[in-house]
């Protein structure tokens, strides 16, 4: 099989495609032909060497949209599947044309709904539900702040906010991005640089959850809440420090939860890909590359002006 791939750490050039070995499936997995996944941060950071790998080489890739090869743990052969949990398969991550991934991984992909959704929904949608719905407990009626709007888990998490009868709102640092922000369902669209953020929504009453993708922008997240608030502390895109006004947090009672690496149950993406099929959710695909091109998306993504993902095709 093909697989893009780096032997060492360096710009987007030691990505390289080479032939390797199929994997072979252990005991519950199931083997799986890849035709599309995406380019994630962390795909650049392992690349880079700031956040090195285990063993070279390494096939990098966070989720994979494909077609199961044979019937195995009641999958059929030809059953388009998704998994967000790509590291965790035999034969490496989604930049492999092939891989054997536990059962308990896979899920579905309804009719109506292409490879290349399914995967740019992939992890970031997972993430989204995750901070929304498992640790945030949104309910309808109440106000949500997402930080990063233009990100994957932000562009995911309003829409899935909106569909659950949230008001939401978020930041975007150009009007054009306001605009498509806005599109989405985006009820208010506020630019940090320009606007102060908590004073504007507590005239809105606070929010009554943060799902919090910059990190230093927490002390704003605790000002913008409502008393007995909840922050979901996801990303750090703003660096990992951050300083607070603990009376304050503790005056109002917020619950700051830590999400780890999160993502939703197997069972809530399932749910997730069916508003695809539906049409009540829609993700954002900034470029489709053939996995050829998998350094050109990276320096893409490198470039930093991207808004929605990077979709990488496996010839059909």
Aim: charged share 20%.
């Amino acid at each position: 099989m093909k697989a893009a791939l780096f032997a060492r750490y360096g710009d987007p050039d030691v990505l390289q495609i080479q032939e390797v070995p199929d994997p072979t499936p252990g005991i519950n997995e199931v083997l799986v032909a890849v035709k599309a996944t995406t380019v994630n941060r962390l795909d650049l950071f392992q690349r880079a060497g700031s956040r090195p790998v285990e063993k070279l080489p390494f096939t990098p890739g966070l989720e994979a949209a494909g077609i199961v090869v044979q019937d195995a743990h009641g999958f059929r052969a030809g059953e388009r599947v998704l998994t967000t949990r790509a590291p965790l398969a035999r034969g490496g991550g989604g930049y492999a044309s092939k891989m054997a991934v536990p059962a308990e991984h896979l899920v579905r992909i309804p009719d109506g709904v292409t490879f290349e959704q399914a995967a740019a929904a992939g992890l970031a949608a997972s993430t989204a539900w995750g901070g929304l719905f498992d640790l945030g407990q949104l309910k309808a009626g109440e106000r949500v702040l997402i930080w990063a709007g233009s990100s994957g888990v932000a562009t995911n998490g309003i829409q899935f906010a909106k569909h659950a009868g949230a008001w939401v709102a978020t930041t975007a640092s150009t009007e054009e991005r306001a605009k498509n922000l806005r599109e989405l369902g985006a009820d208010l669209v506020l630019n940090r640089r320009q606007q102060d953020i908590a004073k504007t929504l507590q005239s809105y009453g606070g929010v009554n959850l943060v799902i919090e993708l910059v990190s230093s922008t927490l002390q704003t997240s605790l000002e913008a809440c409502a008393p007995e608030g909840r922050i979901v502390l996801i990303g750090n895109l703003g660096g990992k420090d951050a300083t607070v006004d603990t009376q304050a947090w503790r005056l109002k009672r917020v619950n700051v939860i830590g999400g780890g690496l999160l993502r939703t149950s197997p069972a809530n993406e399932q749910q997730l890909l069916q508003l695809i099929a539906q049409k009540a959710f829609t993700p954002f695909i900034a470029y489709t590359l053939p996995i050829e091109q998998a350094a050109e998306a990276h320096r893409l993504l490198e470039a930093g002006e991207l808004q929605g993902k990077i979709v990488l095709q496996h010839e059909t």
